[in-house]
């Protein structure tokens, strides 16, 4: 292998795949990249066995060839050199040579051979869909999963495709995130869990522009959006009933900015502790005191003006659980459901999202 690559070009792709390699695999070779050329292009792939990720691009290639070297290693040195065209050369006792300007390089690999193969799809069925929207979807949904292992279905995302439709689901069991989108042509009915893992690194990857195809087997799912392709294992088991846990709409809900909400929750979650670290939401008629009383730290209170004309009530929260949800519902004026200190509240963004969050005991 002889290839010509731009410095920049290279960073990045190697940015595209390195974030799945761990450097204390038990297997050495998964903590190497794949470097294959041939015809005009570079591909390098990654993986750690249950997520495999390759990254295309364009590059002057001389010989065509392949290669697999320590990843991390082989980032490095590539941050390091010049400004430069970079020239990459494979000798034939699986060593790379890499030279850039005045610098030059020689590190040692394995054989192409050894790195374990990506899963193929053939004529499995697939869907398409923006990568803009798919984004949004995970954006408002992927802060939910659970990193409870002992839990292991709830690690990673529920992916419902009905009719034309894709809903994604996520829940750690002390709140809910609930998206729905139109996801193009229609599709065979399916549910699929995609792990936690898969899904950050497919919302890292994904763009504003162009389309992301899934395509599906029976215990594999691909996501290939540009010059990125990302092949993951799913998650085998059942993924709870999430209908049954969410409330009916209330007739009486607060009507809330949602900017100040946002802002009254952080500032009271300053003076959290890990042994309080619950808020306190006063409801009252038209305005709501968010609060936090701590001995060890000290207090804290805002008051914001609300449309409300409910009961009364005292509510604890995790205002954590509250940001992740504020900081992505795209409203301004916010409709949240209380029905009580014991009942989960529920905000909802008509025919799109529904957040659900379980309150907290004060302490």
């Known amino acids: 292998m002889k290839i010509k690559i731009l410095k920049d070009e290279l960073i990045r792709n190697i940015q595209n795949v390195q974030n799945i390699i761990s450097s204390k695999s038990s297997l050495p070779i998964l903590s190497n990249v794949l470097i294959e050329s041939e015809q005009g292009s570079v591909k390098l792939t990654s993986t750690d066995l249950d997520i495999g990720i390759s990254s295309v691009f364009a590059s002057e290639v001389e010989e065509s060839g392949a290669i697999t070297v320590p990843a991390k290693r082989f980032s490095e040195i590539v941050k390091e050199l010049p400004d430069e065209d970079i020239i990459i050369n494979t000798m034939k006792n699986n060593s790379m040579t890499i030279k850039c300007g005045k610098c030059f390089f020689k590190i040692l ?112 799912v691909k996501f290939e959006s540009g010059n990125i392709t990302i092949i993951s294992r799913l998650i085998e088991g059942e993924f709870p009933n999430y209908e049954q846990v969410i409330p009916k709409e209330a007739k009486e809900k607060i009507i809330v900015n949602r900017e100040q909400f946002l802002l009254g929750v952080r500032r009271a979650g300053l003076l959290t502790t890990q042994d309080s670290q619950s808020i306190k939401i006063d409801i009252l008629k038209n305005r709501l005191i968010i609060s936090k009383s701590n001995p060890t730290v000290g207090e804290a209170k805002e008051e914001i003006d609300i449309a409300y004309k ?28 209380i029905m009580g200190p014991d009942k989960p509240a ?18």
């Not at 529920?346 to 302490?363: D, H, K, N, S, T």
Request: net charge negative.
């Open 109 to 220: 690999g394995l054989p192409k051979e050894d790195f374990p193969k990506l899963p193929e799809f053939k004529k499995d069925p697939h869907v398409t869909i923006e990568q803009s929207v798919l984004k949004k979807m995970l954006t408002m949904t992927h802060f939910s999963m659970s990193r409870d292992e002992a839990r292991y279905v709830l690690n990673g995302a529920l992916f419902l495709f009905k009719g034309n439709k894709l809903t994604i689901v996520t829940t750690d069991g002390k709140r809910l995130s609930l998206v729905e989108k139109e996801a193009g042509r229609e599709v065979p009915d399916m549910s699929i869990i995609v792990p936690s893992k898969t899904i950050h690194e497919l919302n890292r990857v994904l763009e504003d522009g162009g389309e992301v195809k899934i395509t599906f087997s029976e215990n594999q």
């Open 346 to 363: 529920v905000m909802r963004v008509e025919g799109f999202y529904v957040y659900l969050v379980l309150p907290m005991q004060l302490a």
């Open 310 to 337: 409910g009961p009364e009530m005292v509510v604890g929260f995790n205002p954590g659980y509250l940001i992740d949800a504020l900081k992505v519902i795209p409203k301004d004026e916010l409709e949240i459901e």
